[in-house]
């Protein structure tokens, strides 16, 4: 692994800060575990869990997990999930959201600096919306590589930057501002393959799902119109959702 040079630090060190003030400022509605589970929600779980085969003995690390949204329904369904996160402020919130009663475990880590004993311990890393907040993939890559037992499989759903809806919803939504997300731009096929290709991962693949926001496709024939509109090829480069895939040789 090279030695970064105290500028690049630096600049991490920055831009984690930033991360960080941005999130732990104030709760974000889209980060917020629920309580009750949404069609919305169990979809992206749903389609990060088949597109990475995951199996409930499968030793998961969820990169960027946050509050736990995404990482509570994951541990309530029974799967051996880790929460990794850059802010302790956001994985306390994560405990007093019920990650402790789940007996969930946390890591304040960069994944860019796995500690040593991750090293090939995982079965699956996953991340549902966080590449995107993540200023250096090729080095971030390069951990999640190293973290991956051989055979382990890389899984993440992002938005889609072709999809116009985004830009709109972050210059309209409170709360959210274009640097905290400008990430988006970067998820593109080139991007990440290249990032997956200088890690030494394998098997790359992209798919995107999904049409309506939350309050048409929680609704059962906004489900259902949903499925159709997805399989039509005019509207495949815009869907607004992700899945990068990967493998470990």
């Known amino acids: 692994m090279s030695v970064m040079s105290p500028a690049t630090d630096s600049f991490y060190d920055r831009h984690n800060r930033y991360q960080c003030d941005y999130f732990e400022g104030g709760p974000k509605k889209t980060m917020v ?9 169990d979809r992206h779980i749903d389609e990060v869990l088949a597109a990475g085969q995951v199996t409930r003995e499968d030793r998961i690390l969820e990169v960027g997990c946050g509050m736990g949204r995404y990482t509570i329904p994951l541990a309530l369904r029974g799967f051996r999930v880790e929460g990794l996160d850059v802010s302790a402020v956001l994985l306390d919130r994560l405990r007093d959201y019920g990650g402790g009663r789940l007996k969930v475990p946390l890591h304040a880590v960069d994944i860019m600096l796995p500690p040593s004993h991750f090293e090939g311990a995982f079965d699956v890393v996953m991340g549902f919306f966080v590449l995107h907040h993540i200023h250096d993939l090729i080095p971030s890559f390069a951990g999640m ?5 051989p055979g382990g499989r890389l899984v993440f759903v992002e938005p889609n930057p072709y999809n116009p809806l985004y830009y709109a919803q972050i210059a309209f939504t409170p709360g959210m ?7 988006i731009v970067h998820m593109r096929r080139r991007v990440i393959a290249d ?6 991962l394998s098997a790359y693949g992209l798919r995107r799902f999904g049409f309506f926001p939350p309050f048409v496709a929680n609704r059962p024939a906004g489900q259902a119109v949903e499925r159709v509109l997805e399989r039509v090829p005019v509207w495949r480069p815009a869907l607004p959702f992700q899945l990068f895939t ?4």
Do not use: I, M, N
């Open 33 to 41: 575990p629920t309580k009750a589970s949404s069609p919305y929600l």
């Open 177 to 183: 501002r274009w640097q905290g997300e400008r990430g």
């Open 246 to 249: 990967a493998r470990r040789p």
């Open 145 to 149: 590589a190293r973290v991956l037992k």
């Open 195 to 200: 990032a997956c290709a200088r890690a030494g």
